[in-house]
């Protein structure tokens, strides 16, 4: 199952090779505006098993203190579960039509 989250404060890790530790990674935010971020869930997961894997993924994917602006999946129950947790409306939780498709 595929969850797609509305993410307009993108960010992306990378290593800094000049540093004084080079292994340790660092995160940036990325330029260029509305992104989405993808989270395939593998088969046999939980609703639970899923909800708990986007939300420690979001972290890694939008800056500090950003959450997703909207929420879809193929489970009605996680798009709710996800839209209540990062205070969206649920009945207003799927990509908007200004998003487009990818």
């Given at each position: 199952m595929r969850v797609n989250l509305g993410n307009e404060a993108p960010i992306e890790g990378y290593r800094d090779p000049e540093s004084g530790d080079p292994e340790l990674v660092r995160y940036r935010r990325v330029?260029?505006?509305?992104?989405?971020?993808?989270?395939?869930i593998p088969s046999g997961k939980s609703m639970g098993d899923a909800f708990r894997l986007v939300t420690g993924l979001v972290p890694y994917h939008f800056a500090k203190?950003?959450?997703?602006?909207?929420?879809?999946?193929?489970?009605?129950g996680l798009t709710a579960l996800l839209a209540e947790h990062y205070g969206l409306d649920p009945d207003k939780a799927g990509r908007p039509a200004d998003w487009k498709k990818e």
């Open positions: 330029e260029g505006g509305k992104r989405v971020t993808h989270v395939d203190g950003a959450g997703p602006v909207w929420v879809e999946s193929e489970s009605p």
